[in-house]
């Protein structure tokens, strides 16, 4: 009980999230989190899902802008509805649970790897997910090393335009166009949706034989059976927007023709939900700045679905 010197209303706890359940106002209230959540659907000791914001672009080469990436994505959540039809899920009800921003390193894309690295690692825990929301590809090394401390054999489905094999680019090694190579130092990688590499990449493509999967013609799925076949049974999902088509996703840094459909994504990640395990992901490269807002919206739903998938699927297997 507090005292009497402590009974000013200035002495009260402030509610972070308006006012309780109580007051019959808490609908009015937008959180500032995925999906806007109430405070029960949202509270991290029962979230399945975390979602850690990394508003970072520092090694860009071509358009910048994907530091606004997670903000935009939180804000075109809220007007998201909960409900997945195709799932006939209430991904509210999974428990999502937003952290806030991790602070940029500005030592270095190395030192900022390192960070994401830490951050995920401290949020892991037994059944729940953790997504990163980007900021620039080069952050999935980091959120790929603290997954394989806790799954040693997982490997990683990396869908994305690029190749991003090359051992370095413009002199850095960690930056966004090597986060495929830095990934493929420690741990098994497919890459589907890729449609622009050098001849590096080629090359080390052939001499490691990098599984790949470039786009199907006319909008035919991908050969789900054929990539699961290089997954093992636990995988990390990393998203580059870049994979769709600019048509539908304009709003990256390196838009590249000849994309994938949304349909052509949702139904490959459905697939390894299905059969595999997805126990972590990514999604990168929304600079909002670069394209119309529905861009920025349909990051937002990929991420609910990548949510949604992960954690309802696995129950059901
Ligand atoms: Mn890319």
């Keep these: 009980m507090a005292d009497s010197s402590a009974e000013s209303r200035h002495d009260q706890p402030v509610p972070h999230h308006g006012p309780g359940p109580d007051s019959g106002l808490d609908t009015y209230w937008l959180h500032p989190n995925f999906l806007a959540l109430t405070p029960d659907q949202s509270a991290l000791e029962s979230a399945s899902v975390t979602l850690i914001p990394v508003p970072y672009d520092s090694t860009t080469s071509y358009r910048g802008g994907a530091r606004d990436g997670p903000a935009g994505i939180i804000a075109a959540s809220a007007q998201m509805e909960d409900y997945d039809p195709e799932l006939d899920l209430d991904v509210a009800a999974l428990g999502i649970h937003t952290l806030p921003?991790?602070?940029?390193?500005?030592?270095?894309?190395?030192?900022?790897?390192?960070?994401?690295?830490?951050?995920?690692?401290?949020?892991?825990?037994?059944?729940?997910?953790?997504?990163?929301?980007?900021?620039?590809?080069?952050?999935?090394?980091?959120?790929?090393?603290?997954?394989?401390?806790?799954?040693?054999?997982?490997?990683?489905?990396?869908?994305?335009?690029?190749?991003?094999?090359?051992?370095?680019?413009?002199?850095?090694?960690?930056?966004?166009?090597?986060?495929?190579?830095?990934?493929?130092?420690?741990?098994?990688?497919?890459?589907?949706?890729?449609?622009?590499?050098?001849?590096?990449?080629?090359?080390?493509?052939?001499?490691?034989?990098?599984?790949?999967?470039?786009?199907?013609?006319?909008?035919?799925?991908?050969?789900?059976?054929?990539?699961?076949?290089?997954?093992?049974?636990?995988?990390?999902?990393?998203?580059?927007?870049?994979?769709?088509?600019?048509?539908?996703?304009?709003?990256?840094?390196?838009?590249?023709p000849g994309g994938l459909n949304w349909r052509q994504v949702t139904s490959l990640l459905r697939s390894v939900a299905e059969n595999r395990r997805i126990v972590g992901f990514d999604v990168c490269e929304l600079a909002p700045s670069e394209g119309p807002t529905a861009c920025t919206y349909t990051a937002a739903r990929l991420v609910a679905k990548l949510a949604a998938y992960s954690v309802a699927l696995r129950q059901s297997r």
Excluded: K
């Excluded at 921003?101 to 390192?114: I, N």
């Excluded at 952050?139 to 370095?168: C, I, N, Q």
């Design 101 to 256: 921003s991790l602070e940029p390193h500005m030592g270095g894309p190395d030192r900022m790897v390192q960070r994401v690295r830490r951050a995920v690692a401290a949020c892991m825990a037994p059944g729940r997910v953790v997504g990163v929301l980007g900021g620039e590809h080069s952050l999935t090394a980091g959120s790929v090393e603290a997954h394989l401390e806790v799954f040693p054999s997982m490997s990683v489905l990396y869908l994305d335009a690029h190749a991003d094999l090359r051992d370095e680019y413009q002199g850095a090694q960690w930056g966004h166009a090597s986060a495929a190579r830095r990934v493929h130092d420690i741990c098994p990688l497919a890459l589907a949706g890729v449609r622009s590499l050098s001849l590096e990449e080629r090359d080390f493509i052939r001499d490691n034989n990098v599984p790949l999967w470039p786009c199907p013609p006319d909008g035919d799925l991908l050969p789900a059976d054929e990539i699961l076949a290089a997954l093992s049974e636990n995988v990390y999902v990393s998203v580059d927007l870049d994979v769709f088509d600019p048509s539908l996703m304009s709003a990256v840094g390196t838009p590249e």
